[in-house]
């Protein structure tokens, strides 16, 4: 499955990506400086929008096809400053303290344990460190299609490499320890209608 979700997930997400996701990546990273961890980077969608502020990027992601495609995909302007590294989002072999942001983009919805995942980002963010986020969540506003998520989760788990649809990943951001900053809901244009509700923002440690 690694290999056929690598092979056509940008294809999957390009309409939303030209719809929003482009936009609010670039909002998002604009003022990032200095050591930068994204976790779960996938292709390398968030690549393009990394500002010559960014001192170190490392780029975690367990997934060998994925990181086979997010080589490739390295911009001019940051070769010698990026580090792609194997690593699930539970086990960062990195010591505390050792980033000033981390980068979550569509990854929380995936990974096995986001409780261990963003206790991982917690540690190894310096204090008044910030994580920036986007991700799709449970869609509470939208009880009809909250319950068609609640039923084929099971089934899109399965299809999707462990993609979870009712997540509410804002409280888990907070249940952490991390302080929300900014928090913004939208729905991503031209997405499924199951993953479409998301959330996008900010949240800090606590120097």
């Known amino acids: ?3 056929l979700l690598a092979a056509i997930y940008d294809p999957f997400m390009a309409a ?4 929003c996701l482009q936009q609010w990546r670039a909002a998002l990273l604009a003022d990032v400086a200095g050591r930068v961890l994204e976790i779960g980077a996938g292709t390398g969608q968030s ?11 490392v780029l975690a992601e367990p997934d060998r096809s994925m990181r086979a495609r997010l080589a490739k995909r390295i911009p001019a302007a940051l070769v010698g400053r990026v580090e792609i590294i194997d ?3 539970e086990h ?11 980068v979550s983009s569509l990854v929380l919805c995936t990974v096995p344990d986001p409780e261990a995942t963003l206790a ?8 008044g460190g910030r994580l920036i986020f986007l991700e799709h969540v449970a869609d509470d506003e939208r009880p009809d299609r909250l ?6 989760e099971p089934l899109w788990k399965r299809l999707a490499g462990g993609c979870h649809l009712t997540r509410r990943t804002h409280e888990t951001i907070t249940a952490a320890g991390l302080q929300l900053e900014q928090l913004e809901r939208a729905s991503m ?3 499924n209608p199951l993953t479409r509700r998301s959330i996008r923002g900010v949240a800090r440690k606590p120097s």
């Open 1 to 3: 499955m690694g290999r």
């Open 87 to 89: 690593s699930p989002g």
């Open 189 to 191: 244009r031209k997405a």
């Open 16 to 19: 939303t990506e030209r719809a």
């Open 47 to 57: 690549l393009a929008h990394y500002p010559a502020a960014v001192q170190r990027l």
């Open 120 to 127: 991982e980002v917690v540690r190894v963010l310096a204090p």
């Open 147 to 152: 319950r068609w998520q609640t039923r084929l």
């Open 92 to 102: 960062l072999p990195f010591a505390a303290d050792s980033f000033d942001v981390v």
